[in-house]
């Protein structure tokens, strides 16, 4: 049995989940999400509580238990709790700017970058230095972080670039003149 397979999800109250042939539906306070499930697992709901388990030992089946049950788990807690990230613009002259559903960034190059919000999730910066990422969905919001972190991830001599905010950046010494 799979280590994390074999632990029930626990349902918060104010979500419900429903389970229609392989989709799973969960709603909560911050919006509704659903997934669908591969085949050979089944998820079944039980009070407060919902089980997810599967059809046989197949290799397939073992590999898709826990990885069923983390994403359900993933979505009771994005509809109830939401997730965030948060990063850090650092260098002269590097600022971000949200304007409708776009971000710009201003990152040393000839133009800004622009960069188009996607649906579910809300950017907003502050003080143009720190933009914080919010949503329901920990995998959107997760690769939207990691796409803005892109354009231009800190680097490790001066520091200077996009960065997690709980991201420690280990510092080079440079070039010494002998």
């Not at 669908?36 to 388990?53: F, H, N, Q, R």
Request: net charge positive.
């Amino acid at each position: 049995m799979s280590r994390i397979g074999k632990h029930p999800v626990v349902i918060v109250p104010g979500v419900t989940v429903s389970v229609n042939g392989r989709v799973v539906t969960v709603k909560g306070k911050l919006g509704e999400l659903s997934y669908e499930l591969p085949d050979g697992i089944k998820v079944e709901v039980a009070g407060s509580e919902a089980v997810v388990t599967r059809a046989s030992d197949d290799r397939q089946h073992k590999s898709f238990h826990g990885l069923a049950r983390t994403l359900v788990n993933n979505m009771v807690k994005g509809v109830s709790e939401g997730y965030k990230k948060s990063l850090d613009i650092d260098g002269v002259g590097f600022k971000a700017a949200v304007s409708g559903q776009t971000l710009s960034l201003s990152l040393g190059f000839a133009s800004p970058k622009e960069y188009k919000i996607p649906a579910g999730v809300k950017v907003t910066e502050q003080g143009g230095v720190k933009v914080l990422i919010e949503g329901i969905d920990k995998q959107l919001v997760g690769r939207v972080a990691a796409d803005i972190r892109s354009y231009y991830p800190a680097e490790p001599y001066k520091g200077k670039g996009i960065r997690y905010s709980d991201e420690v950046i280990r510092r080079k010494e440079g070039k010494t003149v002998a």
